[in-house]
């Protein structure tokens, strides 16, 4: 099994900034690509930033220059620094892995549980 866990949410005025961390666990032999995606109310779920299956990072046009992922790959864990917060970054931000089971040697995607980040005006 693995597990994604996620963490850093919050409430934060325009033009704040917040730090959201995403570790894997559990039976994993390599992770394929990693990242962040977000779902405003009402909307449909959507990629904010990730690591590809090369490596490169891969970001959405409305974040580009505000937000940046990095990762620890030691740790299995992802970042996204998030600054210049606009409301319109409101949504809960998953964290999404595509990765080989160790148990299986099948590749799954994993969703974390979910952080709500929130950008008052």
């Known amino acids: 099994q693995v597990r994604l866990v996620e963490s850093g949410g919050g409430l934060v005025e325009a033009g704040g900034s917040l730090r959201l961390s995403c570790s894997a666990s559990?039976?994993?032999?390599?992770?394929?690509?990693m990242g962040w995606y977000r779902q405003a109310p009402g909307k449909q779920r959507e990629l904010v930033a990730l690591?590809?299956?090369?490596?490169?990072?891969v970001y959405a046009d409305s974040v580009t220059g505000r937000f940046t992922i990095s990762r620890d790959s030691a740790k299995r864990t992802v970042y996204l620094q998030m600054n210049s917060l606009k409301p319109e970054d409101t949504a809960v931000y998953y964290c999404?892995?595509?990765?080989?089971?160790?148990?299986?040697?099948?590749?799954?995607?994993?969703w974390g549980q979910g952080t709500q980040v929130t950008v008052s005006s």
């Open positions: 999404k892995a595509d990765l080989y089971e160790l148990s299986t040697l099948s590749q799954r995607v994993y």
């Open positions: 559990g039976s994993i032999l390599n992770i394929r690509a």
């Open positions: 690591f590809s299956n090369s490596g490169s990072p």
